[in-house]
């Protein structure tokens, strides 16, 4: 294996890269798979190809609410860079595809081995930080519509799809919020023909009227990925 379609594992220089991937191996991403659970031990990493993971917290017997997005931009797993075995959130498969999958023990030599994967490790941690903490600011601040939006493109970004199937239901559960909710705000995106939606299959029509419609947290996450990744 010497090709890779993870943007992390991508930028990474030829010898370190070819001997990360001897050392990955390809699996499926099934949708609705759940890849760790909290305080658990990681025992993989993963690197998505296509398809994206959820990353999902959950307070006591609340229903989970999304904090992160892990696609071909980044890695699932990233903590074992910081020598931390323990996974911290729910990872759930939200887009089917494939992904790059390494154990964590070898994961660990690899960055023994690679300081350029230990940078660029360290620098995605850094914008996973930020999107987590702007998530639980996006929560608190801003509407559903602008976030339903902004999740639409973080989604159709790891998806490279303009269409995908996402039922209302799935809807309010990444977004924290009740089922009208999503109906209503889907409705208005929809109405402005910014988006299709009809029986969970959901076609963005108007990307730019989507990006104008979102809230600021969508441009701050690509700003904070293209200042220490790209």
């Known amino acids: 294996m010497t090709a890779a379609q993870n943007h992390l594992i991508e930028l990474l220089p030829r010898p370190d890269r070819v001997r990360l991937l001897a050392a990955c ?129 973080m989604s159709q970004d790891r998806s490279n799809a303009s269409s995908f199937h996402v039922t209302h239901e799935f809807l309010a559960y990444m977004l924290g919020v009740r089922r009208v909710g999503i109906t209503v705000a889907a409705g208005v995106l929809q109405r402005g023909g910014l988006i299709q939606y009809h029986r969970g299959e959901l076609t963005v029509l108007d990307r730019l009227g989507l990006e104008a419609a979102a809230c600021g947290c969508y441009a701050s996450d690509c700003k904070a990925y293209a200042q220490q990744i790209a």
Request: with cysteine.
């Open 25 to 153: 191996e390809q699996v499926p991403l099934v949708l609705s798979d759940v890849l760790c659970t909290p305080g658990q031990p990681t025992t993989h990493a993963y690197f998505p190809i296509d398809g994206f993971i959820s990353l999902v917290t959950q307070i006591d017997d609340h229903p989970g609410q999304e904090v992160g997005m892990v696609g071909s931009e980044g890695m699932l797993g990233v903590q074992l860079a910081l020598g931390v075995s323990l996974t911290p959130l729910r990872a759930l498969v939200q887009g089917a595809g494939t992904a790059l999958r390494i154990r964590a023990a070898s994961l660990k030599r690899e960055l023994a081995h690679s300081t350029a994967l230990r940078r660029s490790l360290d620098r995605y941690l850094y914008v996973l930080m930020s999107q987590l903490a702007g998530s639980a600011a996006c929560l608190r601040f801003h509407l559903i519509g602008p976030r339903l939006a902004r999740w639409l493109l």
